[in-house]
T-cell receptor
């Protein structure tokens, strides 16, 4: 059974600090990795995705992927109170295959001002 | 781009009635649609996958006769919860596939069955 594991949190960080969110996955054949942010009562919104080992940066967000360790992380620099939400990690096959993603249970992030 | 419209956003219905949830892709064509449900403080649970013009593929444990999915066009997919019961109360979210850009989500429908 394919699994995606995340620490449920809550992870509390002060405003302006770096928040580090982690995710591990069981299916070694996974090829696409996504981070979503979900505010309470709302549907998830895509933050970024990554396909290749290494880092991918987009503004204050950096996704890091290590396929050998089956580990993907999300760093949020200069954390803001508005970043307080649940962050969902999702893992899947090649996007061109169009198959379903497997979601982690999410990590609650709280940024304190 | 990739605007998804999901309606209604909230619905309250009586036990035994049916509720239809619509998901429209406004500026793209969605050949594949995923339907999820989410309980409070839990992650997304995939219910079914539908491809335009084909029957939906349901995940194990999801009753296909209770959760009717129709994907008759590339811009509209519907989920009908039939003979709803209180345990069907949940947050239902559609998610069209965007190809290499991954997946986006509708705004969700909060269903409360009383």
């Amino acid at each position: 059974q394919k699994e995606v594991e995340q620490n449920s949190g809550p992870l509390s960080v002060p405003e302006g600090a770096i928040a580090s969110l982690n995710c591990t996955y069981s299916d070694r054949g996974s090829q696409s990795f996504f981070w979503y942010r979900q505010y309470s009562g709302k549907s998830p919104e895509l933050i970024m995705f990554i396909y290749s080992n290494g880092d991918k940066e987009d503004g204050r967000f950096t996704a890091q992927l290590n396929k050998a360790s089956q580990y993907v992380s999300l760093l949020i620099r200069d954390s803001q109170p508005s970043d307080s939400a649940t962050y969902l990690c999702a893992v899947g096959p090649y996007m061109e295959y169009g198959n379903k993603l497997v979601f982690g249970a999410g990590t609650i992030l709280r940024v304190k001002s | 781009g990739a605007v998804v419209s999901q309606h209604p956003s909230r619905v309250i219905c009586k036990s035994g009635t049916s509720v239809k949830i619509e998901c429209r892709s406004l500026d793209f064509q969605a050949t594949t649609m995923f339907w999820y449900r989410q309980f409070p403080k839990k992650s997304l649970m995939l219910m079914a996958t539908s491809n335009e013009g084909s029957k939906a593929t349901y995940e194990q444990g999801v009753e296909k006769d209770k959760f009717l999915i129709n994907h008759a066009s590339l811009t509209l997919s519907t989920l009908t919860v039939t003979s709803a019961h209180p345990e069907d109360s949940s947050f239902y979210i559609c998610s069209p596939r965007l190809g290499a850009q991954g997946y986006t989500f509708g705004s969700g429908t909060r269903l409360t069955v009383v």
